[in-house]
């Protein structure tokens, strides 16, 4: 059994996340991973067959700041507001303190048109570790269930 | 920290709030507003903007209560289905007892000809206060991401 | 008030539940299931009418498991991926030690093409029951918004 104080803390991270992307807050949405963090993106396909194939692919937190700042900076794409739902959260045992977590997510994006729509579907399975007492991802990784969305990633899922 | 008691009645009246509007219990729905609520839906832009320009506002539970009468009574509107999904509750530390709560929100709408649709997605932003040791709305705020579907708006987000 | 670790392991059934169909472990999921248990599919007109005409009615486990063995061998459906999302989760106070729960889902599908939509949504309204300490469904009755999905159902919503 996970500890309910351990569970609410990993809980309140995956809804800090969602906020601080839909709120367009990236720059401090980075401080919810560690500085050597693994964030990477996997079509499903390449998940089940475990292929380490990525869409995208985070080595440490500077290669994620560094997204970032493109995406403020150099990126075009089309202007929308993101909505996450994440559903199902669970945590597992963990091994020398880091808890493997898995949930579905699914975002939907809103243009300047005003249309709102799926943008995507998937899981996460995630690494948490507890920094000071503050659960933090160690390793994001987004499995998409389809790889046709590659072209249109912008803003994080 | 917020205990975990109060975690798990705010979590209730998110749930309950929900299943209430999805089964068409709208009068049994006003109880969980404090007499004195304020009930509003706000256009993203206009939120983002600090702009008070709301698309539908109710000052007491007294209003909300004339909107649900005229919505049985007067409103002609699309015969549908509410089902709501809230993902991703943060809870705040009380201010006087009063907690400000923050979620994302996705309507779906099922017609009379039996089609499902995503009908709205956004955020809440309410503040929460306990009356009798029950949990109750005093503040809902709608932040709904397109202007587009206010002409549809019947049954409540 | 239910307790804490009961919330938590009937939260924690429903996150399994929904993991191990879109991971397609049918075979694991129905480890959920109590032997004489009851799985149920109902459109909303139904459920609403009280009528007890059902899509799918699967009456003790056993039952289910032909569903799963019929899945693999013999039925014919388009080949996709389920992603499952369940939102406001409602424990009720237990009678005789069985929960009733409601909650609401929402089914995503990916085609083979790739491409990601709506399936279906609507509430789950269960009976939840401890066996060795741990939650099982002794009944799941799947309501169905619109009854325009029976012809595509296969995998379990």
Known sequence: MIATETRQAISDLYANYAYYIDADRLEEWLDFFTPDCVYKIIPRENAAAGLPLSVMLCENRNMLRDRVVSLREANIYNLHVDRHFISGLR??????????????YAVYQTTAEG????FSVGAYDDKVTFVNGVPRFKEKIVVIDTAAIINLLATPL
Chains 1, 2, 3 share one sequence.
């Open 91 to 104: 945590i597992e045992a963990p091994e020398n303190g880091v808890y493997p977590v898995q949930a579905n």
């Open 115 to 118: 249309v709102s729509m799926l």
